[in-house]
């Protein structure tokens, strides 16, 4: 048996007091620690990648495999290693920044190739490490550090837009529900298949308004509604709707073949981990 | 120009197969222990316009192409235009007249209805090119046995064999009925060579062949002319434990690709400038958490799109300088396709045993050309991954401080072992630190590894010398203008003209001290680069302040004759 | 009175013959002779952008202002020129490469921000000018120059993702059907905001498979059903489908704000093309 | 150190308001006319942590900072512990009792518990800063009323500006009441300071404002530190005719920027090496397709990550280089606000007269410090764009082949031009072409205007000299070590050191006769460099053939003090 301890580095967290990527920690340490404890995996297998944003800092907190990596780019980084060794379990961190602007295009083309990783978005709807500008998901409006008259574009719809790129785990979480949040990040792990979770996470410093509380007003469950994850069509609506209240939980969910299911090779014999010389003259026979 | 050399060129519109064909004959010649070099030109576009290839035949090594050539078959308008003034005084331009519409009167102009004979036989048209070829075959007295066994090897269906052989036929007595007495008087030596079969191989297979050999499990790429040949050949290796896999773009190939370093496979990379320009930040990211990776850079004419699909060498600059900050890199560029079977598996090695990324900096030329080579004696290199550990006792620090720079690498599954990489500066446990004396250390740590890499490739030859190695007169180059080079040196040493020729291997670390040595006592020193700016020049000068007397450069997108390269010499000569 | 003479250059175009892009081409000259003939606009006021591949070559073939950019980018581009100069009337072109694999962010971003541009995309299903590779849109198992195998991954749903975005005007074009194709694009200029037109363009080098032929047996006209493009989730529903049957026409079309009608510096004296010099005196008061 | 001089730290956690608090300052003392370097470093957090800023002061010139303090104001414990240690012999150490929970004994250390006294009056703790400032200026002997103006120009809001006002009197008053003998020695020149104010700016701010300036109508970026101030402020400024955006990403950023170059606006771009990276193939894009731009590149520690609050000179070669192909560029590298000033407006027009890309090298000490300066003579340029046209007779063809290389420039909407532009080699027209000789005369178009550019950087002192000009010692850097080595040459002369000071501002193209007449009779020549490998170094040698006896490198992503480099020329001379 194991406990978060065991997977806690030395060094103390730098986010500001009340940043909602306490609560994101949180659930994953917990989340993992109950895996392991499950017997389902082993602590060597994980391995984290994080992008560059406050989020980012995350794998110096956690005594664990990962990559730091650079800004936007989780995704690829996910699959490389995915790729190259299948047993492992990754589990990547982004920013909005990070995973909706900057790094947006590996979104729909991890989701479109349903590479079995899991996307942890941490969502706190400004760039915070650069200090408060505008990310894709800011609402309206809203003025930033870098939108003084006012944000003049609507959000994206990181929900739809995973739904619409063919992901097979879509669900969005709050950072302040950490036993929620816990179980869908279990849940993602679990899930063969592309998962993504973009988790509500208030950012006190540059977003003063949408508070812990704020959104522990509006949340409401979608396990609680009879929400039936493996239509497609009821996650479109569900995922358009934003009247006011917020669904967290699992919009969709559904098992299909992973990219690693659909390339013959890895039925074979490929290994990518695996280096062995193969013999040049053999090689270069069929150039003689 | 030397008379044991033969060049034949087939042109004609893209679609037609026309590089297949240059290809068939490199391949025939090579067959029977002959040299060739079949480098091709053709435009960014997939049917239409004008394609050629130009076989050059030797018996001596050859890796370039000829101004002129002995036959030259035209399989349209544009084709007779493009090349009928390239012709040798007695040589045979052979062209399907059922598409030239031209009026071609002389007595070495061959017209011949292959398309409308291919649709009698009811052949497929495009058996056209190897009708032709019966007939050049004819025309220079060869045997055609050559050319049969390379039509088995490049058509994989029987029934296209089959037809092509029989095209083949049909084109060698057609010209033989029609034009009995028009002939080359093919060299001797080439006329009746039967040595061993040598290998024939483009510089993109050359690539892959020696990643192979090197035991390569990961390649990703984004296509991009002139570098996706090795992805759609690479694709077809996969059984043998590799996966070759096309991403996103450029930025979601290398990042895949150094996500598949961390996770323990050996991986190369091949793009060309633009999709290098955007690998900018990620070669950084490599540099920074020391992941090792390939990335093979397949110069083209630039800057931007530039020309596509034609050759230069205005990378190298940018390939010794991508990426914001200061780390170490290799950067190799290979001459010719057995040095690029060679240095692709030496970077695999050495990248993986420094923790650095490196760079194999090839051309279109070299990319997309044929050439040949005798032998694989010393070419195999064992593989070398360096300082992996597959057990950890203790606590594992990724980037433990190390006389040599390089820390013990261990591969995330491993049990107890954290492997933690990262983009930021970093602690040896790989956690970011902003502590100035960390950061001081970790930079001396990754700069440090320049001494022992300097040091390393002393073991592979990083400098070339070739002819009179004691001559006052020295030619520079890198790449693949040692082809041009080393062929101009023939008519140079026929001319008595004595030089020695120095071919700069490695760019980074650069081997200062094998230059000086390579240069000492030379008096004149001629740079020929496939660029305006001379770029080897300033590197020269940057590293071991040699000057250079004179500039010989070309960047039409075009590659060096080595009569260019003759030429330009014999001026500067004179002067 | 002009005539598609007067947009014409000299060079003839180097496209294969057969293929899909004579088809756009000639639609999109119709659709400016006679948007030009109707006096709504100047014929300088187009500009076309055109990104790399076979469809890139266009803007060779055409006598307007353009800029052949590099691959991946023509959106970015075209944001440029309209925010620096509203007047202008900006077409993009892409293929299905330069859109969907490696500039899908920039679709994303600019529907999201609804740009006043037309996006073309000529989607051949295949990296036509780099020899016939797999592209986002190319169906699961096909196999081309870079799938030997067969593809091991799903398409993308370009309609569906660019409705996911918030574009304004959603459409599918087929380049066998100029009639239709040029209104689409005329209805797309029309349009204030951004329009996306996905082109079915047969590519018989690469694809010879899917012909104009197979194409006409699928093809229906969305016009013709009833279907009411004001309506997403009804948009979204045709998006989805694809079942033997393929829609073409306007999926989608809503009149909202664009970036322009939003940022409230257009309405004062933005005129980013004119020049004018500031005093530095003046401007230094502050930090003095 | 010379006692004109007076340095003041404050420290405590980010979150703070502590380079705030800095600013405040430096700015009041710049109102009287003293010099001020105000240097901030803060960790990559944005709550916790340390901060700090050093104000140096003095009736000289001043562009850096020293290693030690005449005052520390600490307002926690970590800021007592990294700044105890660098208080001058009769420097003070004030801190917040209310916070700081070390026991600190000694006659020079006073603790006021600003933030209880804050809580007890009803301020905001945040003004704690005010009153230590306040605190400050007592024991400095000073006058408050320049902190005064200072304050009421920084808060926007008048209740705020009045708590401010309040706390600064409490500080003063607490100072007095608690520690009435912790006096500083403060120089007379400072202490009775009335000279005109002066301007008092970052390098950020010094951008904005010389891009304002210069007509600047569209900024785009993607935020990154330590750039993104100059976004912050631009926004701000929309009301002027200029618009200042957001992207989804850096090659969103400058290919908006070169569609809005394209379409006639003047363009700025802002990023940091990361950013830099992903523009490469833009950059190149700008290079083929000739369409002017400036980019203003913010170094910092690299490479990859880095340290993306720390500073470094790292990115030289990098923007010499980046981008495949060959084409000209602007790449200068002012060394103080002024030159900032200055140096931005000259390359928004030469970029705009040559058609080309250009970058403005600062880093990240420049673009987040503040300094002063006094005057504006000759600091503004007029505004010259070149070869534009308004109106076109005849045919209008982009790419018009011309002596200078510099084709006539008419924007999208000018009735009767075609406006085609191309990233592919491309004829007059801008249409594209394979042809050979095209791509040679179109190469040889853009390279020629280099010829042009060395001419007219001329023009702008590409290479500036100080100090003894004759002697047979040079110090060469580059960009913002000039503070630093201008300031240590004050120490130099008091020793009676002669040497001359060696500034090279343009990198591209390179002014190589400038540069040697500056090094005309120098005997040793000692480079100072933000950077570990020495590239000013390594850029001499290619350029000029010049080789640096000594080179002086920190790279620990921390500024030079001027003892660094003092005591380094130091250890040079005495050997
Ligand atoms: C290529 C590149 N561009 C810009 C940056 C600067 N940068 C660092 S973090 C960040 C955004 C952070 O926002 P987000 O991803 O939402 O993360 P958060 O800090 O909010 O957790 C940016 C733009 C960078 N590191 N690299
Ligand atoms: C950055 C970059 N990567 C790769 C290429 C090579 N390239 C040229 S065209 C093309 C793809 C063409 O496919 P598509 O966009 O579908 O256009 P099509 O040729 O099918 O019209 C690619 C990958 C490039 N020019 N630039
Ligand atoms: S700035 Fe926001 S997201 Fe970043 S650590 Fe602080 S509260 Fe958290
Ligand atoms: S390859 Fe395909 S898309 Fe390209 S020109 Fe030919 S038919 Fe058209
Ligand atoms: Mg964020
Ligand atoms: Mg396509």
Redesign the interface.
Known sequence: MISEKDIT?R?VPSWCVGCGNFGILSSLKRAIVNLVNQGLY?L??F?L?SG?GCHG?L??YL????????HG?VL??????????P??IVIGHAGDGDAYAIGI??LI?TAKRNIPVVYIVHNNYRFGLTAGQVTPTTELGEKTRSTPYGNPEEPINPILLALSSGATFVARGFAGDVQHLTWLIEEAIKHRGFALIDVIQPCKTWDPIHTFEYWRERVYKLENTGHDPKDLLSAIRKAIEWNGKVPIGIFYRVEKPTLIDR?P?YK??????????????K??E??? | MSKNLLQITIGGPA?FGILRSGWLLGKAF?LIGLNVAAISEY???????HNYVDVCISKDPVGSKQPKSDVVVALDDLAVDRHIGRLEDDGILIYDSSIVKKELKGDRFAGLPFTRVARERGFDEITRNTMALGATLYSLGMDVQPLKVAIS?AFGKKEVVEMNLKALEVGLELMREVYPGLKINTPIEILKANGD?????SGN?AVA?GA????L??Y?A????PI?PL??YL??K??????A?????????I????????????VLVGT???G???M??????A???EIPIVIVLA?R??????????T?Q??L??A????????PRFIVAPGDVRET?YYT?VLLNLTEKFQVPGIILIDRCLAESYFTFDD?DG??V??D?GKIVEEVKGKYKRYEITDDGVSPLA????????????????DEE???S?D??V??SM??KR?RKLKFMREEIKKYTPVKVYGDKESKNAIIFWGSVKGPVLDAYRLLERDGISCRLVQILFFSPFPDSEVLDSLKGAEMIISVEN???SQLV?VL???V?V?VSYRVNK????PFTPIDVYEAVMKVMRK
Chains 1, 3 share one sequence.
């Open positions: 580095t060094i082993k060597e297998q391995v990648i560059i800092k794998t110096n005594e664990l495999n990962s990559v730091h990596t650079i780019r690829p980084v996910a699959t490389g290693i995915k790729l190259a060794n047993d492992l295009a590996h083309h390339i090779q074979i014999e490929l290994k990518p981990v695996r280096v062995v010389k193969r013999s040049l003259a090689l270069l069929e150039f003689r | 679609g090579s435009p960014s576009r997939i049917e239409g316009g090897k079969p040598k290998y024939f191989i297979e062949v192979m050999a090197a035991g499990t990961v990703v984004y296509p991009i002319t996706s992805l759609h694709v077809t996969q059984e043998h434990g590799l996966l896999y096309q991403l996103e773009s450029e930025i979601a190939a990042l895949t690709g150094l996500g598949a370093s961390y996770a323990g496979a050996r060309s400038g633009p290098f320009s955007l900018a930040e990620s070669l950084g990211f540099g920074m958490a110069q004419y630039g800057p931007s799109t530039g020309l596509p699909t034609h230069g205005g990378d600059r940018f010794m300088h991508a990426s914001q900050g200061e780390f079977i598996q694989i070419l195999e064992d593989i991954r591969f995330p599954g491993t049990p107890n072992a954290v492997v933690r990489i990262n983009s930021h500066e970093h790989g956690i970011s902003e100035p004396k950061a001081v930079s001396d700069l660029n305006a700016t300033s000068r940057e590293f302040g000057s960047y039409d997108g075009r």
